[in-house]
């Protein structure tokens, strides 16, 4: 009896163990998103204070608890930043996780870089990129990470934004993250040959959803089998959220509308 009490206890705690393993999509801000998939974790565009109005930056509590390494940002391997605009990335945040979180890499576009300065002490951990790269560009266990250089959304004032989308490649589950790309032919023709066949999951701000031509767009050249909008107005969200769902639907695209900090989408093969 005691031998089956406790081969049962132990099958208790293996599922409570297995349990809190998490493969997922959690959204943090604005495009903010934190991903974690088997065991490998990575930041993109996740912290960052109020800059635009319309906009949700990351709370006060998330980045404390992000930057003081508590659950679930106890390890986070990457650090990916799309561009250097204040709704999208902030240096003092940067700063303050980076010194706190040695095992973190920094991969952003040297604009970014830029804008942090020389640190010596956290520079083993920078890994800049230029605004021209396209392909693969970092690769650790469990992942690889490949750049897209993609023109930035209103051109005519954000010319000079290097804007760069990633594909995190968790060893063949693929999550896109376009940054704040605009509806243009070139950025789609890039998307395309950088995705090839599709990804699982791509990260698009709502303006990727906004009219028929721009959903055709995204169906043909991006291929993902799930998709989430992000960038989205917090003013008008819950209208905003039906609009965009009920937009999708003569395409068929499985959307996601990630509004509510903290809201999770699993991360699935």
């Keep these: 009896m005691r031998l089956i009490l406790t081969y049962l206890f132990a099958i208790l705690i293996t599922g409570n163990i297995l349990a809190q393993e998490k493969n997922q999509i959690t959204y943090i801000a604005n495009e903010g998103v934190f991903l974690e998939y088997e065991g490998n974790t990575v930041f993109i565009d996740a912290l960052h204070k109020k800059y635009i109005q319309y906009y949700q930056p990351t709370l006060g509590k998330t980045a404390i608890g992000a930057i003081q390494k508590m659950t679930p940002f106890e390890a ?56 021209t790269e396209n392909g693969p560009v970092y690769e650790m266990e469990g992942m690889t990470i490949q750049s897209i250089p993609l023109l930035h959304a209103h051109q005519e004032k954000n010319d000079w934004v290097q804007n760069l989308g990633y594909i995190v490649d968790f060893e063949g589950l ?4 376009a940054g704040d790309a605009e509806l243009l032919d070139e950025n789609f023709e890039r998307l ?59 395409y068929g695209l499985d959307l996601n509308v990630f509004l509510r900090i903290g809201e999770t989408e699993p991360l699935e093969k």
């Design 76 to 131: 986070v391997d990457l650090m990916l930043v799309t561009h250097v605009h204040r709704d999208h990335f902030d240096v003092a945040y940067t700063i303050q996780f980076l010194e706190n979180h040695e095992e973190t890499i920094l991969v952003a576009p040297q604009q970014v870089m830029d804008s942090i300065g020389r640190i010596d002490y956290l520079t083993n951990q920078f890994y800049p990129l230029q605004a």
């Design 174 to 177: 693929m999550v896109l993250h």
């Design 192 to 250: 395309k040959k950088a995705i090839g066949k599709g990804v699982d999951y791509a990260i698009l701000p709502d303006w990727f959803f906004a009219d028929d031509e721009s959903i055709k767009k995204v169906a043909k050249y991006i291929k993902a089998k799930k998709y989430i909008a992000v960038h989205v107005p917090i003013t008008i969200k819950n209208f905003h959220e039906r609009k965009l769902k009920k937009r999708v639907e003569p």
